[in-house]
């Protein structure tokens, strides 16, 4: 049998109750971590914590605001207390409503910035604290390939995730040498577990066989291979990878799409 990566380790995950989060706790539980999540979203914390624990996972929640002052040092704190070390954190929880650049005012600047950058910021500045203390650790970001691509909606949302890959990079750099590497992974199209069934559906084909071309491997992706990445970045396997925004999107922002296209009619554009 082969031995679990991150046995013995510690790790805390924001925004763990549903998508990409709850596919990172339990892919970190299953190479034997244990897992502590923070969500605000008690309906659905409560009810991924009791189907972990139904399957002999070692997950705890914290129930948590982030938006609130002084919540992410809070939360680090609580999970050394609940735990007694941390070894991971992973930031995943995000903020904020999608709107059109126009739709942009102070209030949903200050909502798209407060969990996505700022918590994060705050979060993994006082985890480095407690790792360096600790001998150690790894900080994995969960950014957006919107870092680097402009879509017609939602700058916040661009920005922030932008903001995350110089997080990233930044805290890399000054939490380096105390043992703790600082990465992230940047997501392309993903499709999450609760929306898997109406996107296979019948109902979305053409919708489904748009998004599909846009990626040379002619699929998309799934919350379970982003948890992967997220695995890989927090494990030995990846010891002298520091500093890095890993793209897993497929290669879709690799294809020049004007060259889709061609393909689909075999005509000049």
Known sequence: MTPSRLEGKVALVTGGARGIGRNIVKALSAEGARVLFADVDAGGAAGTLERFRAEGRRVDWLQIDLRAEGAPVQMVHDAVRMAGRLDILV?????GRRVGFLEEDDRTW????????????FATQEAVRVMSAGGGGSIVSIGSIAAFMACRESPVYHI???GLV????YFAVHAGPHGVRVNAVLPGFIVQDEYRGRYEGEENAEYRRTAESCHPGG?????DEVAAAVVFLCSQDA?????HSLVVDGGATLQEQFGLLRRHDGKEK
Request: no cysteine; net charge positive; proline share 0%.
């Open 239 to 243: 010891a002298f990878v520091n500093g």
């Open 166 to 169: 110089q997080m990233t990079r």
């Open 160 to 162: 922030a995730k932008a």
């Open 219 to 223: 699929r998309t992706g799934f919350s």
């Open 110 to 121: 200050e909502e798209g910035l407060s969990v996505t950058l700022k918590a994060s910021f």
């Open 91 to 95: 930031n995943n929880a995000r903020s």
